[in-house]
């Protein structure tokens, strides 16, 4: 069965560091991966996705993921991260459908000015 | 860029009533979903809808869920008899294409089963 799963509960980085927000996979077949950002008092949004291709996907806001196959491993990053990038952070996989959505638990990231 | 909504943003229940949840999905988009988050836990898959029905559903949609796209425009969550268990935020999302595609939440609805 697919998941997802995304180790740290919360992350904290001071602005203009580099941000790191981590998730592994468990898939069979092909993975289809995404992350979404969740603002308070808001829906998710989408950030990216990595079906097939470039390992590097560029997404939103100056967002990329880091797709590993070896790792299962589907990392976001931001070169440089901005207090405004304080959200809730998920990371999620398509069911062998492709018809549903899995998420994961779910990263807070807090930057500091 | 257009969004999906959802009302109420606050639903408030007894144990044992019936609720409905609205949601309007952006207007060219076929393809809907409910998901529901449990406070502090992982958003969950409940159900997928194209074309007039269901295309897929977790072991938590159960007989006491339904969905329903009522006009043209609505696409409704129902639950008949609520349950304390309930108690999550349900966010509705479409998508105008059928698989691994992005897909555009609303806000939610907190649903709070007393």
């Known amino acids: 069965a697919q998941s997802v799963a995304q180790p740290e509960d919360q992350v904290n980085v001071a602005e203009g560091n580099p941000l790191t927000v981590k998730c592994t996979y468990s898939?069979?077949?092909?993975?289809?991966l995404f992350w979404y950002v969740q603002y308070p008092n808001r829906g998710l949004q989408f950030l990216l996705k990595?079906?097939?291709?470039?390992?590097l996907v560029k997404g939103s806001y100056g967002f990329e993921a880091e797709f590993n196959k070896s790792q299962t491993s589907f990392h976001l990053k931001k070169p440089s991260a901005l207090v405004s990038d304080s959200a809730l952070y998920f990371c999620?996989?398509?069911?062998?459908?492709?018809?549903?959505?899995?998420f994961g638990k779910g990263t807070t990231l807090s930057v500091s000015s | 860029e257009p969004e999906v909504t959802q009302t109420p943003s606050h639903q408030v229940t007894q144990m044992g009533q019936e609720v409905i949840l609205r949601c309007v999905p952006i207007?060219?988009?076929?393809?809907f979903y409910w998901y529901r988050q449990i406070l502090g836990q992982k958003v969950e898959f409940l159900v997928s809808?194209?074309?007039?029905?269901?295309?897929?559903k977790s072991e938590i949609f159960d007989d006491q869920f339904s969905v329903e796209r009522p006009d043209g425009s609505n696409f409704t969550l129902k639950i008949r008899s609520t349950k304390l268990e309930d108690s999550a935020m349900y966010f509705c999302?479409?998508?105008?294409?059928?698989?691994?595609?992005?897909?555009?939440f609303g806000s939610g609805t907190q649903l709070s089963v007393l």
């Open positions: 999302a479409s998508s105008d294409r059928a698989r691994n595609e992005k897909l555009f």
């Open positions: 898939v069979s077949g092909n993975p289809y």
């Open positions: 990595y079906i097939t291709g470039d390992n």
């Open positions: 999620a996989v398509g069911n062998q459908a492709g018809t549903a959505l899995i």
């Open positions: 207007s060219n988009h076929l393809y």
């Open positions: 809808f194209y074309n007039n029905e269901i295309s897929e």
